[in-house]
C-alpha cells in the first residue's frame, strides 16, 4: 500500500511568512509524529498525535508552531512568522500503534531566506 | 536533545566487505531501532530491538544491544554500494514515552565499488 506522503517535497518562503506543511499518514495509523532534521543532525521530536489529539507536543521549539490533526488521518505542521533558523527538513512519521516501528514520509525540505 | 551517539561519524569500505556502526545511548529504553537515510530525505526502517533482547538478524544485517552498557551495534555483511547511506540508531523511552524516538547524528557510510 501507500507509503507517508508529505506534501510539499521543497518549500521556499521569506523570513516572517506563515508556512503549512502536509503529511498524509499510512491508512489505518493511529499514531502521527512530526520531526525536524537539520543539516548534519539526527532528526528531532516535534509532536506526537493519537488520533485527533496532540498527546506530547513538548518538542515544539516555541509558540510559531502548531500542528493539527482534525479528523484524525491527514495532519498539518503550521508555522508562523519563520525564522531563517526554521530551515531544515521536516518529516512526518506513522505507526499502529505507540511503541512500535514508526514509518517515514520523504519530508519537506523548508528553506527561510 | 541528542541521545545516541554513533560511532564512527563516517565509514567508507569496498564492496563485499562487513560494515559495523556502533550507537551509545543514556537513559532506560523501551527498544533501539535502526535507519536509513538516501540524501537526507526519508528515512527507511531497517529493524527494532526490544530492552530484553539481545540480537537480531534481519537478511544482512545483525543488530546486538547490550543495556549494560548501554550500547548497540549494526553489522551490515557482505556491503554493496546500494548500501551507501546515512545510519542512525533511535532509541524509545521505558515508560510512557515509548513512542519518542530519539536520535544521534548518525553514521555516514560510503560502499565503493
Not at chain 1, 506522503?5 to 521556499?12: E, F, L
Amino acid at each position: 500500500g501507500a507509503g507517508v506522503s508529505q506534501t510539499p517535497s521543497n518549500k521556499v518562503t521569506e523570513k516572517g511568512k506563515y508556512v503549512e506543511l502536509r503529511c498524509d499518514p499510512i491508512s489505518g495509523h493511529t499514531a502521527l509524529y512530526w520531526y525536524r532534521q537539520s543539516l548534519g543532525q539526527g532528526p528531532e521530536f516535534l509532536i506526537y498525535f493519537q488520533g485527533t489529539g496532540a498527546a506530547d507536543d513538548s518538542g515544539l521549539p516555541n509558540d510559531r508552531f502548531f500542528a493539527v490533526r482534525p479528523e484524525g488521518s491527514v495532519s498539518t505542521l503550521k508555522i508562523q512568522r519563520t525564522e531563517r533558523g526554521d530551515s531544515a527538513v521536516y518529516l512526518c512519521a506513522s505507526s499502529l500503534d505507540k511503541g512500535v516501528k514508526q514509518f517515514f514520509g520523504p519530508g519537506t525540505r523548508l528553506t527561510v531566506l | 536533545s541528542q541521545q545516541g551517539e554513533e560511532d564512527p561519524q563516517a565509514l567508507s569500505i569496498q564492496e563485499g566487505e562487513n560494515a559495523t556502526m556502533n550507537c551509545s545511548y543514556k537513559t532506560s529504553i523501551n527498544n533501539l531501532q535502526w535507519y536509513r537515510q538516501n540524501s537526507g530525505r526519508g528515512l527507511v526502517h531497517l529493524i527494532l530491538i526490544r530492552s530484553n533482547e539481545r540480537e537480531k538478524h534481519s537478511g544482512r544485517l545483525r543488530v546486538t544491544l547490550d543495556t549494560s552498557k548501554k550500547s548497540s551495534s549494526l553489522l551490515i555483511t557482505a556491503s554493496r554500494a546500494a548500501d551507501t547511506a546515512s545510519y542512525f540508531c533511535a532509541t524509545a523511552n521505558s515508560g510512557g514515552s515509548n513512542y519518542k524516538l530519539t536520535f544521534g547524528k548518525g553514521t555516514l557510510l560510503t560502499v565503493n565499488p
